[in-house]
């Protein structure tokens, strides 16, 4: 028994240690894509009032499981809590246990694991817990809703998901152990940090981070979104700006539909005015390599004014809003066939047209990714 137990343990270690190390940056953009990919499943998602409900996200993509007499389990990730408003920079994490049973063969799953309230979250803040032991821990519920007095819900500090070769479903980890990646934190912040420092906010987040950050943002935005309609609250201009606020190209525009806002945090159009504004290139580059770096993606650029004035003049203002941001694109090396320019004047405004800071937000351009298989005109 104990040689059978020996050989399973060591067949579960020999192929994670097969497995090919990835740097920090390739694993953010991994647990990037499984963050995305498992929020858009269709019907069989992570329920938004989940997201919008947890304290803390765990995504770990490709976990490994080696399984010979003895399954091991294994997997690198990140983990990111609620501060204020916003969430923390991302820390690195570990997961890793076996279950005993008599098993074949070996698979890559990916996993997100939502922390549902505070005592989930005290675990997660230590090096070291076991899922299962001293955290409760559920499989997750399918559906895009889900009702509050769901079990699951009620009880478990730790809901999980997977998704295998395109099936989702909830999965139980129970006994695996989830710790700290000193050493996958020290490469990526530069130093010696602790988890609990990064998921208490008292570590800025590295560049690597952006685009985790921005699905992230995205998905628990759209998340608190959904919970307002359910309230039968009308969003406000405020959380209407925060949803739009400084977002990431490549996650923005990672899908045919996707939009992104450049207002007035990014490109400040003085009144009257359709010049791109001094101090629009940071987010202007940001746009241009993103399309750079996705030659496939073709977008449409929306130009939008505040209500002063005659609708005629703001639909042409518009429109030279959105020629004038189109052009700066195709001046710093995005292909103009790419790209159309439409004036939508003043028509979905964004904030209040009363005050003089709504009509600083309403002046402005949005970006819009339209499925390739349209014309980029329609």
Same mark, same amino acid.
């Given at each position: 028994?104990?040689?059978?137990?020996?050989?399973?343990?060591?067949?579960?270690?020999?192929?994670?240690?097969?497995?090919?190390?990835?740097?920090?940056?390739?694993?953010?953009?991994?647990?990037?894509?499984?963050?995305?990919?498992?929020?858009?499943?269709?019907?069989?998602?992570?329920?938004?009032?989940?997201?919008?409900?947890?304290?803390?996200?765990?995504?770990?993509?490709?976990?490994?499981?080696?399984?010979?007499?003895?399954?091991?389990?294994?997997?690198?990730?990140?983990?990111?809590?609620?501060?204020?408003?916003?969430?923390?920079?991302?820390?690195?994490?570990?997961?890793?246990?076996?279950?005993?049973?008599?098993?074949?063969?070996?698979?890559?799953?990916?996993?997100?694991?939502?922390?549902?309230?505070?005592?989930?979250?005290?675990?997660?803040?230590?090096?070291?817990?076991?899922?299962?032991?001293?955290?409760?821990?559920?499989?997750?519920?399918?559906?895009?809703?889900?009702?509050?007095?769901?079990?699951?819900?009620?009880?478990?500090?730790?809901?999980?998901?997977?998704?295998?070769?395109?099936?989702?479903?909830?999965?139980?980890?129970?006994?695996?152990?989830?710790?700290?990646?000193?050493?996958?934190?020290?490469?990526?912040?530069?130093?010696?940090?602790?988890?609990?420092?990064?998921?208490?906010?008292?570590?800025?987040?590295?560049? %690597?981070?952006?685009?985790? @950050?921005?699905?992230?943002?995205?998905?628990?935005?759209? &998340? /608190?979104?959904? +919970? !307002?309609?359910? =309230?039968?609250?009308?969003?406000?201009?405020?959380?209407?700006?925060?949803?739009?606020?400084?977002?990431?190209?490549?996650?923005?525009?990672?899908?045919?539909?996707?939009?992104?806002?450049?207002?007035?945090?990014?490109?400040?159009?003085?009144?009257?005015?359709?010049?791109?504004?001094?101090?629009?290139?940071?987010?202007?580059?940001?746009?241009?390599?993103?399309?750079?770096?996705?030659?496939?993606?073709?977008?449409?650029?929306?130009?939008?004014?505040?209500?002063?004035?005659?609708?005629?003049?703001?639909?042409?203002?518009?429109?030279?809003?959105?020629?004038?941001?189109?052009?700066?694109?195709?001046?710093?090396?995005?292909?103009?066939?790419?790209?159309? %320019?439409?004036?939508?004047? @003043?028509?979905?405004?964004?904030?209040?047209?009363?005050? &003089? /800071?709504?009509? +600083? !937000?309403?002046? =402005?351009?949005?970006?819009?990714?339209?499925?390739?298989?349209?014309?980029?005109?329609?």
């Amino acid at each position: 028994m104990r040689l059978i137990l020996l050989t399973g343990l060591a067949t579960a270690v020999l192929f994670a240690q097969d497995a090919p190390e990835k740097t920090a940056d390739s694993r953010l953009r991994s647990a990037t894509e499984t963050l995305h990919e498992m929020m858009n499943a269709p019907d069989k998602g992570i329920p938004q009032d989940l997201l919008n409900k947890a304290h803390c996200v765990v995504v770990i993509p490709n976990l490994l499981k080696g399984a010979f007499i003895v399954g091991g389990k294994y997997g690198k990730g990140y983990a990111v809590c609620r501060r204020g408003a916003g969430w923390s920079a991302p820390a690195a994490v570990q997961i890793e246990g076996g279950s005993f049973g008599f098993q074949i063969g070996g698979s890559s799953t990916d996993v997100i694991m939502l922390v549902m309230n505070q005592n989930g979250m005290n675990h997660l803040l230590t090096d070291k817990f076991v899922l299962g032991g001293e955290a409760a821990a559920a499989a997750g519920p399918l559906g895009r809703r889900t009702s509050a007095e769901t079990d699951a819900q009620m009880r478990a500090e730790i809901l999980t998901w997977s998704r295998s070769r395109g099936v989702f479903a909830g999965i139980s980890l129970d006994g695996a152990t989830l710790h700290a990646d000193h050493g996958e934190d020290q490469r990526l912040y530069g130093g010696d940090v602790s988890n609990r420092e990064i998921l208490e906010g008292r570590v800025p987040s590295p560049p %690597a981070a952006r685009s985790f @950050e921005a699905a992230l943002r995205h998905f628990s935005n759209q &998340a /608190e979104a959904e +919970a !307002r309609s359910d =309230r039968n609250a009308p969003a406000t201009p405020d959380a209407d700006r925060d949803m739009a606020r400084n977002p990431e190209p490549s996650a923005a525009l990672s899908h045919p539909g996707g939009r992104m806002t450049l207002g007035q945090n990014e490109v400040r159009f003085a009144t009257g005015k359709s010049d791109v504004p001094p101090g629009a290139d940071a987010a202007l580059n940001r746009v241009a390599k993103a399309l750079k770096d996705h030659p496939d993606w073709r977008v449409r650029i929306e130009g939008y004014t505040d209500n002063v004035g005659s609708k005629a003049a703001n639909q042409k203002l518009s429109l030279d809003r959105a020629t004038a941001v189109m052009n700066w694109l195709a001046d710093h090396g995005v292909d103009r066939s790419r790209m159309s %320019a439409h004036g939508r004047g @003043e028509s979905h405004p964004i904030a209040d047209n009363s005050t &003089a /800071e709504g009509r +600083a !937000r309403n002046r =402005r351009v949005e970006i819009v990714r339209v499925n390739i298989m349209t014309k980029t005109g329609e």
